[in-house]
């Protein structure tokens, strides 16, 4: 007959080593694809609402993407909320193309006008997975 405290050694020997065979499962499956993001240079008055693409690294594809904006050297970002206009990965899947609006202003009390803010975008890329669309 069984103790109770062999029953009990038992059971934890168990839990932990279907734990242990179900983290190297894992840890296999997020080593063989790895997404990285890439982000892009600062496109100086790219918050033009023009669009603009980043590509991922050859053989990749995007996974998702996204974009900031930040204001030129001595200026700040107008009040008006940002103008998204497309966010979304290209038509084959191998980038993100970002397209907003937004300005900045000079500090107040300069004389100035608005123009369009900088513009950066990131893109997450994968090797060997399928795209959000597809």
Known sequence: MF???????????TAALLAATSGGAAATTRATVQPHTVTGDVIEGGADGKPHLLLCPPEENAFGGGFSVTP??????????????E???????????VAVRKYDCP????????????????????????????
């Open 3 to 13: 103790s109770k405290s062999g029953i009990a050694m038992a059971a934890a020997a």
């Open 72 to 85: 030129g050297a001595g200026r700040r970002l107008d009040r008006q909320p940002t103008d998204v206009l």
């Open 87 to 97: 966010d979304h990965p290209n038509d084959n899947g191998s980038g993100w193309i």
């Open 107 to 134: 500090p107040e009390g300069v004389e100035g006008r608005p123009r369009p803010a900088n513009l950066t975008i990131r893109v997450v890329c994968t090797e060997g997975e399928n795209t959000p669309s597809g």
